[in-house]
Nanobody
């Protein structure tokens, strides 16, 4: 059974930074993906960034590109999302997810989810 445990959310002023962490356990494949999603009130959940666990290749949506960095530490079974230059529109619940092997980001089946962590950007 795959388990994902997130930490690191909180409140920050516009322009500030936050770092999220997600510890994964129970995944047995050598090749899979980890991703960060977010869901703002009244909106659909959206992918922010993803990373291939096997080759450490990151992938970013326009939301994240240039401001956020996704990284993983295989020794700690942890994936991180460093968020810089935060905006009020980044306010959302952020979720860590895990998905099986895929040849494209769009085809990943995200089959395991964390509980979510709140990020609030406000002055």
């Amino acid at each position: 059974q795959v388990q994902l445990v997130e930490s690191g959310g909180g409140s920050v002023q516009p322009g500030g930074s936050l770092s999220l962490s997600c510890v994964i356990s129970g995944r047995t494949e050598s090749s899979y993906f980890m991703g960060w999603f977010r869901q703002a009130p009244g909106k659909e959940r959206e992918l922010v960034a993803a990373i291939s666990w096997s080759d450490n290749s990151p992938w970013y949506t326009d939301i994240a590109r240039g401001r956020f960095t996704i990284a993983r530490d295989s020794a700690k079974n942890t994936v991180y999302l460093q968020m810089n230059r935060l905006k009020p529109t980044d306010t959302a619940v952020y979720y860590c997810a895990s998905g099986g092997p895929s040849n494209t980001i769009a085809n990943i089946v995200w089959d395991s989810w964390g509980q979510g962590t709140q990020v609030t950007v406000s002055s």
